[in-house]
């Protein structure tokens, strides 16, 4: 006679939990049932706490097949909502080691056979008088892990209950940092990049529990405490509760094969709980080398009418500094930030490159080009030979780049050659000033230097200083003659402290004074 048996699955007494059931029916054949008289509500477990289940052999009509370990077929047990055995550092932090957690079905002690990552197999052969006990153990703290039975019967309830798994106890701590390089070890000097803390178990879950926490580092003496944004997590204690990140920002530089920076994290409750980073590079992020394009090299610039203009250009790299484009937080891709390079043009005599005269280039110094009219080509030449008579000099041009920070000189070194004359035309003069002025230095804040414009009238004795807002002098950058027209000189302030510092020009009887900002 043809019967159709079930094999049904049932509450065990111990740690169980009502299961799942699933089977083939059919002549000779059973399947895998749930007790559906064995209600309870969703399961709770600590990861790596085992959970059993009872599994029981029935016919269509609720009896036991006590012989189901001869007559009866293997049946599959899917493990859903969990991806612990799939989980590794590629899917997670990277400094999380490969594989951290995992998830295991076993009967009497001994794993059964694994289909698949989330599969396992029964055979009939583990059932005795009708009945097997299954246990599941899973280390990540999934919820709503439940298990089902293939092959199905539309009849049967064959979905188990779900099991949701908590982390455990803190153990360790996940600390880590968003890198601005790949491979990802790299950060750049004096800009912010985030710190992620995490406490977890010992599964490497994380855990909502609340932990004092204390940070240290290699080199504990090395981040920024200036810049608005920064969080100063070496001052003492905090309170840590599930993923917290912080901005920070490292001040010396620590390239390979120095030792890099690292930072830790521990328990201030116990010392022995902590995570520390990866070793990470600590980087200088000069403007990109760049080339000089025209004038070209040797030049030889007739100076005709004062309106006529001479357009000075060079390259602009793309990117122009190495710290361009970087997402500064993992939680917020949209945010990229970006350096600004900015260019100041710079003419100095050929033979000692020391008298100089600097000028930012077009766009406040961001584009890649200068337009001078000869007008002004002509005072400039007259302020680099120091002789109002000088009818032609040889000058050397070049330009600086700089992200507010490191200064990248453009190639080639020294610079274009370039010969100024004004013998074809003697009626050329430069536009005179009507007015002493000063204007705002720029960059502004700066470290360490930047660049001070000016106007004068006629010849005659200047002096530019500067003085701390105490009113004492600090540095003197120019005293004696000067000619009329339009100045540019650098302020070097490596010497200065960060702060706030008056510069006063004293010029034909008057005096002006503005503020800068020195900021290291």
């Not at 360790?172 to 710190?195: K, W």
């Not at 600590?282 to 006529?308: K, Q």
């Not at 361009?324 to 260019?343: G, H, P």
């Not at 960060?498 to 503020?515: D, N, P, T």
Request: with cysteine; hydrophobic share 35%; glycine share 6%.
């Amino acid at each position: 006679m043809n019967v159709r048996h079930l094999l049904s699955l049932t509450i065990g007494l111990s740690m169980c939990v009502a299961m799942l059931q699933a089977g083939q029916g059919g002549p000779g054949k059973g399947g895998i049932a749930i007790n559906a008289n064995a209600v309870m509500g969703d399961i709770q477990r600590l990861v790596g706490e085992e959970v059993c289940f009872t599994l029981t052999a029935k016919d269509e009509n609720g009896n036991v097949i006590r012989s189901w370990d001869q007559i009866g077929n293997p049946v599959t047990l899917t493990l859903s909502n969990t991806d612990a055995n799939s989980d590794s550092s590629t899917q997670s932090w990277n400094a999380d080691p490969d594989g951290y957690s995992w998830a295991v079905l076993k009967h009497d002690g001994v794993e059964l056979a694994k289909i698949s990552a989330t599969e396992w197999s029964i055979p009939n052969t583990d059932f005795v008088d009708g009945m097997a006990e299954v246990c599941l153990t899973c280390t990540k703290a999934d919820t709503g892990v439940f298990i089902t039975i293939t092959p199905t019967l539309t009849f049967l309830n064959q979905v188990s209950q779900s099991v949701d798994f908590v982390a455990d106890e803190i153990t360790n701590y996940l600390v880590d940092i968003t890198s601005a390089t790949s491979p990802e070890d790299g950060v750049y000097l004096l800009r912010p990049y985030e710190l992620i803390v995490v406490p977890r178990d010992r599964y490497l879950n994380f855990s909502d529990k609340t932990i004092r926490t204390r940070f240290s580092a290699r080199f504990p003496g090395e981040f920024d405490q200036n810049q608005p944004g920064l969080a100063d997590i070496f001052s003492g204690e905090v309170f840590i509760q599930g993923m917290t990140n912080y901005l920070i920002a490292s001040r010396l530089l620590r390239e390979k094969p120095i030792e890099p920076q690292y930072i830790v994290a521990y328990s201030s409750d116990d010392f022995t709980v902590q995570g520390q980073t990866d070793p990470f590079e600590v980087l200088s992020h000069a403007p990109a080398p760049f080339a000089l394009i025209d004038p070209p090299d040797h030049h030889i610039m007739n100076l005709t009418m004062s309106v006529n203009v001479q357009d000075f250009t060079w390259q602009r790299p793309n990117p122009p500094d190495p710290y361009w484009d970087i997402q500064v937080s993992r939680f917020d891709q949209t945010r990229l930030v970006s350096d600004e390079v900015r260019y100041t043009w710079v003419l100095v005599d050929s033979i000692s490159l020391t008298r100089a005269q600097r000028i930012p280039s077009n766009g406040n110094g961001l584009n890649p080009d200068l337009s001078l009219t000869h007008g002004q080509m002509w005072g400039l030449l007259q302020a680099i030979s120091g002789q109002a008579s000088t009818r032609s000099y040889q000058c050397v041009w070049y330009v600086e780049a700089t992200d507010g920070l490191f200064t990248t000189q453009s190639d080639p070194t020294p610079g274009h050659h370039i010969t100024l004359t004004a013998d074809a035309i003697s009626s050329v003069k430069a536009p005179q000033p009507e007015f002493v002025t000063l204007s705002q230095n720029y960059p502004n804040p700066f470290n360490p230097s930047t660049t001070i414009r000016f106007s004068t009238t006629k010849r005659s004795q200047v002096s530019l200083k500067v003085f701390d807002l105490l009113g004492g002098e600090v540095a003197t950058i120019h005293s004696g003659i000067m000619a009329a027209g339009e100045h540019s000189v650098l302020f070097d302030a490596s010497k200065l402290r960060s702060g706030v510092y008056m510069y006063r020009l004293e010029a034909e009887g008057k005096s002006l004074s503005r503020r800068m900002v020195v900021m290291k």
